[in-house]
């Protein structure tokens, strides 16, 4: 789920199978915002990821990657090969500090974005699916007048 103030101008910039990525304007610069879900066993689309890749992008989701480092039991195929893209690409994640799976301790869903300084992550103790929901932050600021 992606939310935004209804005064900020948006308009959808790409979608696809499990991703959507929309473009927010604001007033001195345009960000990209997106949601992407990798079903289990499966491997990210770094295709549909690598095409926005110059923009300053901010997506999120369920990846499904595992790694021991984020409390799973092992690492993963999708976790070695968005780990090998990230690095390709220069990207970086933005991962939470405890679990995210409700089934187990795993963190499974995290930020992607050119650069994750400033960005912080709460995991909230929520019953709203398998998945505990994660408030995302940013030092993004957006100028009030151009709500006016």
């Known amino acids: 789920m992606i939310l935004y103030h209804k005064c900020i101008n948006y308009k959808l910039s790409d979608s696809d199978t ?3 990525l929309i473009e927010i304007s604001l007033s001195n610069e345009t960000l990209y915002v997106g949601g992407l879900y990798v079903p289990p066993n ?5 295709q549909l990821l690598s095409k926005h890749q110059n ?3 901010y997506t999120f989701g369920d990846l499904n990657a595992k790694r021991t ?3 799973c039991t092992k690492n993963n195929t999708s976790e ?6 990230l690095e390709i690409r220069g990207n970086e994640l933005i991962v939470p500090q405890k ?3 409700k089934r187990s301790d795993s963190i499974i869903d995290f ?8 960005w912080t992550s709460e ?3 929520e019953d709203t699916s398998d998945h505990y929901p994660i408030l995302f932050q940013s030092s993004i600021a957006v100028d009030e007048n151009s709500f006016l």
């Open 111 to 118: 930020g992607i974005t050119r650069n994750a300084t400033g």
């Open 42 to 46: 499966s491997l990210p689309s770094f």
């Open 18 to 20: 499990n991703f959507i």
């Open 123 to 125: 995991v909230l103790d």
């Open 69 to 71: 480092e984020w409390g």
């Open 80 to 85: 070695v090969q968005l780990l090998n893209w």
């Open 55 to 57: 923009k300053p992008f």
């Open 99 to 101: 679990a995210t799976s």
